[in-house]
């Protein structure tokens, strides 16, 4: 695949890059000095919404050795794609950021030594997210004791296989949606359950039938798979460079974790297992562990 935009040209003319800077600071435009190397550094886009994944490139004349991407507490490695000569990494929007200006940077070490900085502005936007209200019989709503600690002990599980991802790329072209059905809940959706806030919806809900496959995003790893109380059946899928896609409610788990999966392989079987309400499939993407919507990453390939 090819990742390389086109390199910016030097521009001796005052008025240019005065126009040039307007546009860098708009977000439009990569971050590029007269008279210096030609570094670039670019977005996919220069709008965003909370939720969404962005994809950040940087290229340099020189030869660099290691590049960081820095955005507020976020520092985050970007790999280095040979074939295009351009370093890159994913990040996400939180899903409860507020709109506004940012500024992104990218730290960058060359190979003589010498430590370089270049920066980009972007913006985000708000974004109302639906509210669900729902009404169940309280017993449905608290957990026993023995079910509270089950889950307790499946979040340490799941929290200690996030915290141990592949930095280098395994994921290939594109991602797809893992079943054809539509989306029948959104990402996002702020859940009010018997009056009270809970955490908002983490994945997408995709409609489907019994027993359908459920295809891999893209090609991966399996990290981890298991029968978890709220998520049941569940797959997580390592695609490297930060990205884990998740599969829930599953009637059946095909693959074991340590398995390498090719995009479009059937993972498991779309099922109502867990706290689920008829049959459906959850897909959750993480970005460097942080919730984003899957449907974003759809959204940016190919990639610029
Ligand atoms: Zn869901």
């Known amino acids: 695949m090819r990742l390389a935009g086109p390199y910016q040209k030097h521009f001796s003319c005052t008025?240019?890059?005065?126009?040039?800077?307007?546009?860098?600071?708009?977000?439009?435009?990569?971050?590029?000095?007269?008279?210096?190397?030609?570094?670039?550094?670019?977005?996919n886009a220069s709008v965003y919404a909370p939720g969404d994944v962005v994809w950040c490139s940087f290229s340099s004349p020189l030869p660099v050795g290691s590049a960081t991407l820095v955005w507020k507490k976020d520092r985050i490695p970007l790999a280095y794609f040979e074939e295009s000569e351009l370093f890159g990494a994913f990040f996400a929007i939180p899903h409860n950021e507020e709109p506004g200006?940012?500024?992104?940077?990218?730290?960058?070490?060359?190979?003589?030594?010498?430590?370089?900085?270049?920066?980009?502005?972007?913006?985000?936007?708000?974004?109302?997210?639906?509210?669900?209200?729902?009404?169940?019989?309280?017993?449905?709503?608290?957990?026993?004791?023995?079910?509270?600690?089950?889950?307790?002990?499946?979040?340490?599980v799941i929290k200690q296989a996030l915290g141990?991802?592949?930095?280098?790329?395994?994921?290939?072209q594109s991602f797809q949606r893992p079943v054809k059905g539509e989306t029948s809940t959104p990402f996002g959706v702020r859940r009010v359950l018997n009056g009270e806030p809970r955490s908002s919806h983490s994945g997408i809900d995709l409609r489907g039938v019994l027993g359908e496959p459920v295809?891999?995003?893209?090609?991966?790893?399996?990290?981890?798979?298991?029968?978890?109380?709220?998520?049941?059946?569940?797959?997580?899928?390592?695609?490297?460079?930060g990205l884990v896609t998740m599969y829930f409610h599953l009637s059946r788990i095909e693959v074991n974790p340590g398995e390498r999966v090719r995009a479009g392989q059937t993972i498991g079987l779309l099922g109502s297992t867990g706290r689920s309400t008829g049959a459906h499939l959850h897909w959750g993407l993480r970005v460097h562990n942080r919730p984003a919507d899957p449907l974003s990453l759809l959204n940016l390939f190919p990639l610029p």
């Not at 126009?19 to 435009?29: E, K, R, V, Y």
């Not at 972007?122 to 169940?136: A, C, D, G, H, Y």
């Not at 141990?164 to 290939?172: A, F, G, H, T, Y």
Request: glycine share 6%; aromatic share 10%; proline share 2%.
């Open 164 to 172: 141990n991802l592949l930095d280098s790329r395994v994921w290939q």
């Open 101 to 156: 200006e940012e500024e992104l940077g990218v730290e960058f070490l060359q190979e003589n030594g010498t430590r370089g900085r270049r920066k980009l502005i972007f913006k985000i936007v708000s974004k109302e997210f639906p509210v669900q209200r729902l009404t169940l019989p309280k017993e449905k709503v608290s957990l026993s004791k023995q079910n509270l600690e089950r889950h307790l002990r499946e979040k340490a």
């Open 15 to 43: 008025c240019l890059m005065v126009i040039f800077q307007i546009l860098n600071l708009l977000g439009l435009a990569s971050f590029s000095f007269a008279n210096e190397p030609d570094f670039s550094l670019k977005l």
């Open 215 to 241: 295809a891999a995003s893209s090609d991966g790893i399996v990290l981890l798979t298991g029968d978890h109380f709220f998520a049941g059946k569940s797959v997580y899928v390592d695609h490297g460079m």
